[in-house]
């Protein structure tokens, strides 16, 4: 398998555009999750999925941020509009649960760096 | 509301010294996962602890699980340059939740 797969793996973007940010996570996982990670926040969890369900969408800041698992093999993160302060890198990670029968360690991908001027 | 706290924030070591990153909840966790990202890289998944008062080993790595389930550590001995990262503490709390620690960044100076 080649692991998660994201793209772009860099975005630059003028404020007010939307970004969509894309994963593909490993085929079989149960779960995918979409972080934001910067300087100042560190690594926050945006919103989680199980079987293509959002679970956990307290993380998203708002409402200029969605996140869809329209199939088991792909989930979107969108920004609209994309505003500066949103400039990080955003990783989508995959596992095959969550831990609680098990190690389901998160798979995570190479990230996207969004960059909004 | 539910945080995971990680300390110290940076740590900075001469090659051989040990190392130790402290974890902890302020509410019990179901399990607690511990990843290295290395700079310019992404998180990587190093062990996961779910019973209380579990000790692992990987090598010169020890991991810790608390009694009370709500407090972690990852100890290196002997630290090497490869061993330059930051670690992360993750914590699954009864309600499936995932909370994150905000990292460790230890450098090692050779």
């Known amino acids: 398998d080649a692991g998660v797969i994201q793209s772009p793996r860099h975005e630059v973007t003028e404020m007010g555009q939307e970004v969509t940010l894309r994963c593909k996570p490993i085929?079989?996982?149960?779960?995918l999750f979409w972080y934001r990670q910067t300087m100042m926040r560190g690594l926050e969890l945006l919103i989680y999925?199980?079987?293509?369900?959002?679970?956990?969408d307290s993380g998203m800041p708002e409402d200029r941020f969605s996140a869809k698992m329209p199939n088991a093999s792909f989930s979107t993160l969108k920004i609209q509009p994309s505003e500066p302060r949103d400039s990080a890198v955003y990783f989508c990670a995959s596992s095959p649960g969550l831990g609680t029968s098990g190690a389901d360690e998160q798979f995570f991908g190479p990230g996207t760096r969004l960059t909004v001027l | 509301g539910q945080q995971v706290m990680q300390i110290p924030q940076y740590q900075h070591v001469q090659e051989g010294e040990d190392f130790t990153t402290y974890c902890n909840s302020s509410t019990t966790l179901s399990n607690i996962q511990w990843y290295k990202q290395r700079p310019g890289g992404h998180p990587v998944f190093l062990i996961q602890l779910v019973k209380s008062g579990e000790v692992k080993k990987q090598k010169r790595l020890t991991f810790q699980f608390g009694e009370a389930k709500k407090n972690s550590s990852l100890h290196i001995t002997a630290t090497q340059t490869t061993d330059v990262g930051t670690y992360f503490c993750a914590g699954l709390n009864n309600f499936n939740k995932f909370y994150f620690g905000s990292g460790t960044k230890l450098n090692v100076k050779p």
């Open positions: 999925f199980n079987n293509n369900v959002p679970i956990d």
């Open positions: 085929s079989g996982h149960d779960y």
